[in-house]
């Protein structure tokens, strides 16, 4: 059969209407027919992406987990699963409190705090302050200079255990928007984001540092074609999610755009360092733009904005139907799900900007002291040039522990 690969070329005869289309991804869960001997459980899914879900946030990573896909593709059972196979968000929440219970070690705290929210035509919701969902009060949504958007008078839950983080879960999920379509009789109409920050205190080498992560577990609403034979609701429901998730579809195409240039003109520059190719390089720097990212377009993509294309460790799952009738909303999905992996971010580890720099010094002033040492041991015939050596060094050994003390205060 021939091939259509994803730029639109294709292998084989031409007059072909059959066309086999490729997509290459991490991980491919068949999660169809549990009496399938390729059938993907929960846990393997977990052990898969819940795990290193985990270790990025006990490293001091923030980290962002979403599904994607069609209404009725598996999107909800995937992230919050049911009684009998419990899913993603869950089995996190154990894995993060079992984390914790093993590592604690009298020297080492931690803290964990608690959010669950729902974007439902494009207003913010509080999944976990109670009302009905009609009445539950619209919130707004900011931007903090350092921090970034964040959601004004958003609850903060502090859970000390993992059933207290469960009962909020179940208790947002209880709260959330939900409606009958023609492909799934209780579709999530609103997207959801369950967030926990993470802060763990930890005394290393009598230097205190503070690492704070954000894991945010986002399951979007299903993307389904409008149908004019529906209410006034739910065809305003369904106008809103496709707003957004083609919102969502843009930023990923034009961070993925962006970060194409970027190695492409790496790769230009190295290649021009290697000879005389400075305008070559000079024409790339000049001649691309990067281009505009529109997250402010949709309140789903302005939150999860340092998620998508900034300081976050970011896993998107694309969940699919068998059925030849979503043959369409399948193909789509698959599309998006391949621009998104051209996507690069670069997380970092979130802490103190002064106890980085303390523990940098501390790092030099040992460096320093131990070729103050050798010096020291390894004298030279001339004692002119050996005192000048030790007593550079030593001023510089000085200048940083003042660095280091005034950092203190």
């Known amino acids: 059969m021939p091939v259509e690969h994803l730029d639109g070329r294709s292998d084989g005869a031409a007059e072909s209407r059959e066309k086999l289309l490729e997509f290459c991804f991490d991980y491919c869960f068949w999660s169809v027919d549990p009496a399938d001997p390729q059938h993907a459980s929960q846990e393997e899914v977990f052990q898969e992406l819940g795990v290193s879900v985990l270790s990025g946030a006990t490293g001091g990573y923030n980290v962002c987990l979403f599904a994607y896909g069609q209404t009725g593709s598996g999107k909800t059972y995937t992230m919050m699963g049911t009684p009998d196979a419990v899913g993603l968000t869950p089995r996190i929440c154990q894995g993060l409190f079992h984390a914790e219970d093993s590592s604690s070690d009298g020297q080492n705290s931690s803290r964990v705090e608690i959010s669950f929210l729902e974007i439902y035509n494009e207003r913010v919701r509080d999944l976990l302050r109670g009302g009905e969902q009609k009445k539950r009060a619209s919130l707004r949504v900011r931007e903090h200079p350092e921090k970034g958007p964040y959601v ?41 984001i369950f967030t926990i920050q993470y802060t763990q205190a930890v005394l290393e080498s009598n230097l205190p540092s503070e690492t704070v ?153 040992d460096r320093l002291k131990s070729m103050l040492l050798s010096f020291q041991m390894q004298r030279n015939p001339s004692p002119s040039l050996s005192d000048e050596k030790d007593g550079s060094l030593s001023e510089i050994v000085l200048q940083n522990e003042l660095k280091v003390t005034s950092c203190f205060y």
């Open 152 to 192: 004004q008078d958003l609850s903060q839950h502090v859970v000390s255990d993992c059933k207290q983080a469960m009962d909020l879960l179940e208790e947002g999920i209880a709260n959330r928007m939900t409606a009958a379509t023609h492909n799934h009789d209780a579709s999530s109409r609103s997207h959801a």
């Open 213 to 365: 992560s954000k894991i945010h577990l986002v399951d979007l609403a299903g993307s389904e074609r409008a149908d004019p034979q529906l209410c006034r609701d739910r065809l305003t429901e369904g106008s809103n999610i496709n707003k957004s998730l083609v919102t969502l579809g843009v930023v990923i195409s034009a961070l993925a755009q962006n970060c194409q240039m970027f190695s492409s003109c790496q790769s230009i520059n190295s290649v021009a360092s290697e000879g005389d190719g400075s305008s070559v390089a000079a024409a790339c720097a000049g001649g691309r733009r990067h281009c505009f990212v529109p997250y402010r377009d949709s309140v789903l993509t302005w939150l999860l904005r340092d998620s998508l294309g900034g300081n976050s460790k970011t896993i998107m799952i694309a969940t699919v139907s068998p059925s030849v009738n979503s043959y369409n909303e399948t193909l789509s999905t698959l599309r998006y799900a391949a621009r998104a992996r051209n996507v690069v971010n670069k997380p970092r580890v979130n802490e103190d900007a002064n106890v980085r720099l303390i523990r940098e010094l501390r790092e030099e002033v």
